[in-house]
């Protein structure tokens, strides 16, 4: 990280981060594309070793993308506020933001599917005891990723 004064260490401090956005933007490569899709994300930390779940359909690009290449990198960003100045050069803004790299996984044990659907949801909305209808469930894919390295970086 070029500016070692921004870097965040505290693993409490990045976990209420985590813990509190939404949306993660994985980029995927892609036969010399960089392919990068925002989605909904669930976080696990055990033993200091951080896990995202997020979902989708058994089909797609995201889908195949998984498969074919589960090398991938994330970013996520937020606490957003522009600081403004009498300069253009002179504007700037307050922020935090996590990246990483990772690898993703499609998960196909069913306890897990359900346990990374939950954190998901307990993610979106507080709440992690949800029931998820078998017929939507034959169609959906949970993935995991793996965090490999991450940075954390804020600016007040």
Request: hydrophobic fraction near 40%; include cysteine; glycine fraction near 8%.
């Given at each position: 990280?070029r500016?070692?004064?921004?870097?965040?260490?505290?693993?409490?401090?990045?976990?209420?981060?985590?813990?509190?956005?939404?949306?993660i933007?994985i980029?995927?490569?892609?036969?010399?594309?960089?392919?990068?899709?925002p989605v909904?994300?669930?976080?696990?930390?055990?033993?200091?070793?951080?896990?995202?779940?997020?979902?989708?359909?058994?089909a797609?690009?995201?889908?195949t993308?998984?498969?074919?290449?589960?090398e991938?990198?994330?970013?996520?960003?937020?606490d957003?506020?522009l600081?403004?100045?009498?300069?253009?050069?002179?504007?700037?803004?307050?922020f935090?933001?996590?990246?990483?790299t990772?690898?993703?996984s499609?998960?196909?044990?069913?306890?897990?599917?359900i346990?990374?659907?939950?954190?998901?949801?307990?993610?979106?909305?507080g709440?992690?005891d949800?029931?998820?209808?078998?017929?939507?469930?034959?169609?959906?894919?949970?993935?995991?990723?793996d965090?490999?390295?991450?940075?954390?970086?804020?600016?007040?």
């Amino acid at each position: 990280m070029r500016r070692a004064d921004r870097a965040i260490t505290d693993a409490a401090q990045i976990a209420a981060f985590l813990a509190k956005e939404q949306i993660i933007r994985i980029a995927f490569y892609d036969h010399g594309e960089i392919y990068i899709v925002p989605v909904n994300y669930g976080i696990l930390i055990e033993n200091g070793q951080y896990r995202f779940y997020f979902h989708g359909a058994k089909a797609g690009r995201k889908y195949t993308l998984s498969l074919a290449n589960p090398e991938i990198g994330f970013e996520i960003d937020g606490d957003y506020a522009l600081i403004a100045a009498e300069t253009g050069c002179g504007h700037s803004a307050k922020f935090m933001s996590v990246t990483g790299t990772g690898s993703v996984s499609i998960v196909t044990d069913d306890a897990e599917r359900i346990s990374g659907l939950q954190c998901l949801m307990r993610q979106a909305t507080g709440k992690a005891d949800w029931s998820f209808d078998e017929a939507v469930m034959q169609k959906t894919a949970v993935f995991r990723i793996d965090v490999q390295t991450f940075s954390c970086k804020a600016k007040g």
